[in-house]
């Protein structure tokens, strides 16, 4: 008996990325998503979802660098800004 070829694998590494102030540039992300086999009726939820998440870690460094430069004092503001949360 002979022994069967081993399989080779071959990866391709896919990165999404964000651009500055949560941008998405749609036609790469989509293009990733051809590459991944994922259906055409979830790509734009999970775009959405995506951005969302951009935004929300957006928030989350621009918050806490507005407490590092003015203390404390930030946070009794915080309840005025808004947020994805709170439109």
């Known amino acids: ?4 070829a081993a399989l080779e694998w071959t990866f391709e590494q ?3 990325v964000a651009g500055r102030r ?6 790469d992300f ?3 998503f051809e590459k991944l086999y994922v259906p ?11 951005v969302q998440r951009i935004c929300e870690a957006h ?19 915080r309840r005025r800004w808004r947020t994805l949360e709170n439109k």
């Open 59 to 77: 928030d989350t460094v621009m918050r806490s660098y507005y407490q590092q430069i003015n203390g404390s004092s930030c946070v009794k503001r």
């Open 40 to 50: 055409a009726g979830k790509k734009g939820k999970i775009l959405l979802a995506h």
């Open 14 to 16: 896919i990165n999404f």
């Open 1 to 4: 008996m002979r022994k069967a």
């Open 22 to 27: 949560g941008a998405v540039v749609e036609n």
């Open 30 to 32: 989509h293009n990733k």
